[in-house]
Nanobody
Framework: QVQLVESGGGLVQPGGSLRLSCAASGNIFSINTMGWYRQAPGKQRELVATITRGRTTNYADSVNGRFIISRDNAKNTVYLQMNSLKPDDTGVYYC?????????WGQGTQVTVSS
């Protein structure tokens, strides 16, 4: 009942910035928490940041102070502003949304940090 469409991934040099967007559609009124996860090659998928409808945020220690998650409820969109990017930030970034007992995922967008 919820579809997530991501955009904004790409190739960036270390120290650069990217802004990811995730637009939710469908039965969006039941969504509470949305977030971003990432998965690097050969590694487990990990939490990056989450945000509630009331804009309470939570960040992984590895990105805290560099990334900012935000939310525009009118546009049903969650954003991830990524600054001071490092090669270790490379991976596929997935948008996530919780609805009751269900969890929805976006298709993933590739972020590559390399010189």
């Amino acid at each position: 009942q919820v579809q997530l469409v991501e955009s904004g991934g790409g190739l960036v040099q270390p120290g650069g910035s990217l802004r990811l967007s995730c637009a939710a559609s469908g039965n969006i009124f039941s969504i509470n928490t949305m977030g971003w996860y990432r998965q690097a090659p050969g590694k487990q998928r990990e939490l990056v940041a989450t945000i509630t409808r009331g804009r309470t945020t939570n960040y992984a220690d590895s990105v805290n102070g560099r990334f900012i998650i935000s939310r525009d409820n009118a546009k049903n969109t969650v954003y991830l502003q990524m600054n001071s990017l490092k090669p270790d930030d490379t991976g596929v970034y997935y948008c996530n949304a919780d609805q009751f007992a269900s969890t929805y995922w976006g298709q993933g967008t590739q972020v590559t940090v390399s010189s």
